[in-house]
C-alpha cells in the first residue's frame, strides 16, 4: 500500500538554526512531492513542490527540499528559521492514479 | 487566497443533527476533494468528486455523503452527527484527474458538535 511517513512529530529549533523535516514514502515509480504549510486556524498552503526537473526545489520564503529517488524521500531543510515559520508541515505525494497521500505532520517551533 | 471558499467558517450543532458544509473550487478547476483534520487522527481524506461524478472515497462514513453540482461547487453532508465528529473540514480543488497539478485547500469548517 502506499503511505507517506512524516517521521518527526514535532520538531522545536532555536531561532537562526537549520531545521530538517524529513519525509519518506512508500513507492519509488512515478510520483509528484509537495510540502504544505499550515499555520493556526488556516488551511494548508501549497508552499513547494517537485514535479519534474532538477531534484532540489526551493520556495520563496527560504524552505528548500530534495527529491532523492533512490531513498525515496523529500526532505524540507531551511538553513535559518525565523519565529514565523512556526507551523504545522504536511508532506503529500501524488501517486500515479490520482490519488494524494498526506502525512501525518510535523509541528514545527521556533524558539526565540 | 487559494481561491477555494468554504462556508460556514464555524458551525456550532448538538448530537443527532444534520449539516451541510460547502464549497466553491478555483475557477476552472474540475476536480474536488473533502478532508478532515482532527487532533487524534490528522488529516484524514475523505472522497473526491471529478466534474460532478464521484472517483474516490477515503474513510467517509456511511453517514455522511457529498456531491459535486453542475456549476463544480461541492457540499458535505454529514447527518446524525456524534461528538467524534467535532474537526476541520477541508476542501481542496486541482484543475483535472491526472493531471500532476498540487492541491489548493479552502481555509476550512470547524464543526464543533455539543
Known amino acids: 500500500a502506499q503511505s507517506v511517513t512524516q517521521l518527526d512529530s514535532q520538531v522545536p529549533v532555536f531561532e537562526e538554526a537549520p531545521v530538517e523535516l524529513r519525509c519518506n514514502y512508500s513507492s519509488s515509480v512515478s510520483v509528484y512531492l509537495f510540502w504544505y504549510v499550515q499555520y493556526p486556524n488556516q488551511g494548508l498552503q501549497l508552499l513547494l513542490k517537485?514535479?519534474?526537473?532538477?531534484?532540489l526545489v526551493e520556495s520563496i520564503n527560504g524552505f528548500e527540499a530534495e527529491f532523492n529517488k533512490s531513498q525515496t524521500s523529500f526532505h524540507l531543510r531551511k538553513p535559518s528559521v525565523h519565529i514565523s515559520d512556526t507551523a504545522e508541515y504536511f508532506c503529500a505525494v501524488l501517486f500515479t492514479g490520482n490519488q494524494f497521500y498526506f502525512g501525518t505532520g510535523t509541528s514545527l517551533t521556533v524558539i526565540p | 487566497d487559494s481561491g477555494v471558499t468554504q462556508t460556514p467558517k464555524h458551525l456550532i450543532t448538538a448530537t443527532g443533527q444534520r449539516v451541510t458544509l460547502r464549497c466553491s473550487p478555483r475557477s476552472g478547476d474540475l476536480s474536488v476533494y473533502w478532508y478532515q483534520q482532527s487532533l487524534d487522527q490528522g488529516l484524514q481524506f475523505l472522497i473526491q468528486?471529478?466534474?460532478?461524478?464521484?472517483?474516490a472515497k477515503g474513510n467517509i462514513l456511511e453517514r455522511f455523503s457529498a456531491q459535486q453540482f453542475p456549476d463544480l461547487h461541492s457540499e458535505l453532508n454529514l447527518s446524525s452527527l456524534e461528538l467524534g465528529d467535532s474537526a476541520l473540514y477541508f476542501c481542496?480543488?486541482?484543475?483535472?484527474?491526472?493531471?500532476?497539478?498540487?492541491?489548493?485547500f479552502g481555509n476550512g469548517t470547524r464543526l464543533t458538535v455539543t
Open positions: 517537485y514535479l519534474s526537473g532538477s531534484t
Open positions: 468528486y471529478y466534474n460532478g461524478e464521484e472517483r
Open positions: 481542496a480543488s486541482s484543475p483535472r484527474q491526472g493531471y500532476n497539478s498540487p492541491l489548493h
